[in-house]
């Protein structure tokens, strides 16, 4: 795909993932309509960033999320990508989580971010055209200590995004699934740290790199990838030798608090 003049909406687009996304649309040419909960970072990127547009959206809401799109369709007259990659992350062993956490990671990292889906696919069915990038994460392949509820919530996410990209595909829609490892955004800091002080080997990557590879998947009509391709390997293990591969998904991520 060429992404010259095409119509792109970013979902938490204010850092990390989304950031560097909506960045590297721009800079090859696309529309980029800027989605996140903060209108003032919103508004400080729509500045900086060519052809782009600030949407603040609490993708929670329905209203916000059917307004996103609205603004799509009345600013440039179709979406030809969803970039579906708001989330939040709870690092906390699953005992210590609030009910109060776990449902507000189930409210964006599912709920939401399927709404977002769902809100755009009439869009591009009368289009008979157009991609869903759904960001989950290998969180949502493999279970990781501390991260009980974000790995539900991805799972839960990964599994619709898998059942779209099938029913969807009749109408010219495709859907890409992305699992990234370990990148380095404010959201997954506090891994990073814990990880660093307890002297565990963890490289994060960039977010410019999962950026890339998304953008290559879409022109490359892939079905799903995994960033940095490495990861693949647990998600592989974990399918034949479960209990192997969360001996390596604990040394991997280095989330123990003990």
Known sequence: MD??????????????????????????????????????????????????IAVPTDVTDPAAVKNMVRRAVDAFGRVDILINNAGVLVYKKMEETTPQEVRRVMEVNFFGAAACAMEVLPVMEKQKSGVIVNVSSVAGRVGLPNLGYYCASKFAFTGFSETLRQEAASKGIRVITVSPGTVYTPMVKQIVDDAKAKGKKLTPITPERVAEAMLQAIRRKKLEIFVPRRTRILHIIHFFLPLFAEWLAYRYRATDRA
């Not at 992404?3 to 989304?18: D, E, L, R, W, Y």
């Open 3 to 52: 992404f010259m003049n095409k119509v792109a909406i970013v979902t938490g687009a204010s850092s990390g993932i989304g950031l560097a996304t909506a960045r590297l649309l721009s800079q090859r040419g696309a529309k980029v309509i800027l989605a996140a909960r903060s209108k003032e970072k919103l508004a400080a990127l729509a500045r900086e960033i060519p052809n782009s």
